[in-house]
């Protein structure tokens, strides 16, 4: 039943705010109760294909304005997102069951997020070269290499971040003179729409995006292939990203994906501090981000101790609601769950100990700790986007390394040890795009570079970065 909370929420299309031709919608409901919290349009791919053509077509325009008159709006998109944070974190709470003051505090961080954006694209230029500078060359060649925008971007987001890693991919494009097909994930869209919600407020021409809301499996394969979308940038599960790539044809795709993020504990480390940035980078979210530690590789010397010690952290993050800004709250639907208990279930019946947790309430798992974690249960290898944290002891950190490298994913790694030589030498043997040395494995600061190697993604993001990636080289050169 709905509640009072309900809304009927419109999506940009052909410039205009408005709801689906055929008046066919997708219904939002909240992941920690089940209510109806309000309904997007569901587009079809005819209606997409006249908006498509339509953003695409703005996009000329959009590119030959100042940057600073792009910046300027983007600037004031940044300010009414503070205004308006409250509000919308309030939608992201309710979408994702994401707690108030992380709900919040994404929207905080995503402002800050486009004020740096704007400034750094100031700070990129172009440069000139001379043609004597190679052997053989023309002194009278001048090479003047600019960046000019790709055209038009397709940015599809992902659930758990559907405000902060929209607005990064949406951001840097706009700066850079493109127009942008924007595809939320289904839940999180009202969220999603509020963000460009607030970009037209700040002043963008209407037609440079069009929000393309409604079922990935109606639309997304048509906006993958379609031939007005000159580059696309998408976070989201490693499958789905291998099935982008594989559609995808002759454009740059900048892919974030999942991870199975290690903790490599030595027996050196300060167990304290490794407990609970173990305990904050496994936990926080229950565990839906890509960059949670999603297993512990400890040293025998000290893994009762470590065990013991991340146990009383465990034990004492809270568990219930959104609301009541718990830290572990209802995972994002029950097919999810069921996925995660599934892992918790066959790491039990092949001889793992729960020290804690493995209990169940609808799509609410309490914060599991599996120890004695062998290279046979499917939750040493595969990602549960949940609230379970395997312990695997090892021998020597050379195990560690090799336990670490040979999963699918490349994402992150935290090294925890008191000796930083040996920290950095484990470090530099990762197959990993970032290692956090004494820290748990986070995406941030936002302006740091960002990026997985094998099945952990495709380019690389930061804000610089992503500025980069969404221009394309051209060179005019002068002949004197």
């Known amino acids: 039943m709905a509640t009072k909370t309900e809304q009927s929420v419109k999506t940009l299309i052909h410039g205009e ?18 209510e109806t919290i309000g309904q997007v349009p569901s587009l079809s791919q005819e209606e997409l294909e006249a908006s498509i053509k339509k953003t695409a077509a703005a996009q000329s325009t959009w590119g030959e304005k100042s940057i600073q008159e792009r910046g300027e709006i983007l600037k004031k998109w940044a300010e009414i997102l503070e205004e308006r944070k409250e509000e919308i974190g309030e939608s992201i709470m309710l979408e994702v069951a994401k707690k108030r003051s992380s709900a919040v505090s994404e929207v905080s961080r995503t402002a800050e997020y486009i004020r740096y954006t704007v400034e750094e694209a100031f700070r990129l230029d172009g440069s000139v070269k001379r043609g004597d ?3 053989g060359g023309n002194p009278n060649k001048i090479g003047l290499a600019e960046k000019t925008p790709r055209g038009t971007i397709l940015a599809i987001g992902p659930f758990n971040y559907p405000v902060n890693l929209s607005a990064s991919k949406i951001a840097p494009a706009l700066m850079q003179g493109n127009s942008v097909i924007f595809k939320p994930a289904t839940q999180g869209a009202i969220s999603g729409i509020k963000l460009i919600e607030a970009l037209i407020d700040a002043g963008l021409p209407s037609d440079l995006v069009t929000v393309a809301t409604g079922r990935g499996s109606v639309i997304g394969d048509f906006l993958v292939q379609h031939p007005e979308v000159d580059m696309i940038t998408f976070t989201g599960g490693t499958a789905t990203g291998r099935h982008i790539a594989d559609l995808s044809s002759m454009i740059p795709l900048v892919l974030e994906l ?5 903790a490599i504990v030595l027996k050196d480390a300060d167990l304290d501090k490794a407990a609970k940035e173990i305990v904050a980078g496994a936990y926080s979210y229950s565990g839906q981000r890509c960059t949670a530690i999603k297993r512990v590789l400890v040293q025998n010397e000290k893994a009762d101790e470590l065990v013991s010690k991340i146990t009383d952290q465990v034990n004492g993050l809270s568990v219930g609601m959104p609301e009541d800004d718990a830290t572990v709250t209802p995972l994002i639907n029950d097919k999810s769950a069921d996925y995660v208990q599934s892992l918790i279930d ?10 804690t947790g493995d209990k169940r309430e609808g799509n609410l798992l309490y914060p599991t700790l599996l120890d004695h974690v062998t290279s046979d249960m499917k939750i040493a290898w595969e990602e549960p986007f949940g609230p379970v944290l395997p312990i695997i002891r090892i021998s020597e950190s050379e195990e560690a390394v090799r336990l670490a490298n040979e999963s699918d994913y490349g994402l992150q790694a935290s090294v925890f040890s008191t000796d930083m030589d040996k920290a950095i030498g484990i470090a530099q043997k990762l197959e990993v795009g970032t290692v956090q040395l004494n820290a748990k494995t986070e995406r941030g600061p936002d302006h740091f570079p960002f990026l997985g190697v094998k099945g952990s993604g495709l380019g690389v993001q930061g804000i610089r970065e992503s500025l980069e990636s969404v221009v394309r080289d051209k060179v005019t050169v002068i002949n004197m």
Do not use: L, M, R, Y
């Open 346 to 355: 066959d790491a039990k019946e092949k001889g793992a100990t729960v020290v």
């Open 133 to 135: 500078g190679f052997k």
């Open 17 to 34: 705010w408005n709801v689906s031709e055929s008046g066919k919608s997708v219904e939002i409901s909240s992941p920690h109760n089940g």
């Open 258 to 262: 999942g991870g199975k993020d290690p």
